[in-house]
């Protein structure tokens, strides 16, 4: 249950986004009743969507991988389950995207995706601790425009993933209803990073 009770989705708008949830997910997500409440947030929001799925200078996997790991650290149900599923749908690496919550122990992921992981935790993290070696090794092999890209991409997950959290909006089995396998569970201790 959510810390903030939906809003019914009403009038044209209200039934053009139910219309478009259920199309696009099956359902209408419960974080769309909550933030209904407030419609300039609303608006905001699904505009800030539209525009991130426009975005093409970095690869997609990299961005998919880098959502899921702020959504693990940070504990978001629904953003994992929502990754998930967006990896499933787009015809992303669904292997690797599951190990994303367990990728420092896990071997299917290379140098590249590592240090992708590894700067989205670095982000994420109070204060963040991104390194100047862990940067330039990015700008490196992505280049300063997927760099920045990579950067803003995910600041706006901490954004969203923070947001679902303090509503209290949890995974709505999304990833499930796609018969996808079930997500690696996060270990239990923390591992320090190594840059």
């Known amino acids: 249950m959510t810390r903030i009770p939906q809003a019914e989705l009403t009038g044209i708008y209200g039934a053009v986004v139910k219309r478009m949830s259920r199309k696009m997910l099956g359902d209408v997500p419960d974080g769309v009743g909550v933030v209904w409440h407030n419609r300039k947030v609303t608006n905001f929001s699904f505009s800030l969507g539209r525009k991130i799925q426009k975005w093409d200078r970095c690869d997609e996997n990299l961005k998919s991988f880098a959502h899921m790991a702020v959504a693990s650290m940070v504990g978001c149900g629904f953003c994992l389950d929502y990754g998930y599923f967006q990896a499933h749908n787009k015809g992303l690496d669904e292997t690797k995207a599951r190990e994303v919550p367990r990728w420092r122990e896990s071997d299917v992921f290379t140098p ?84």
């Open 112 to 195: 590249l995706e590592r240090d992708v992981l590894e700067y989205a935790e670095a982000m994420t993290l109070t204060p963040p601790t991104v390194t100047d070696d862990l940067s330039a090794r990015l700008l490196g092999a992505l280049g300063p425009a997927a760099l920045v890209e990579l950067t803003a991409f995910i600041a706006l997950t901490n954004f969203m993933t923070r947001s679902n959290t303090a509503f209290g909006i949890e995974s709505q089995g999304l990833a499930a209803s796609c018969g996808l396998k079930p997500l690696s569970a996060r270990p239990t201790t923390r591992t320090q990073p190594t840059s």
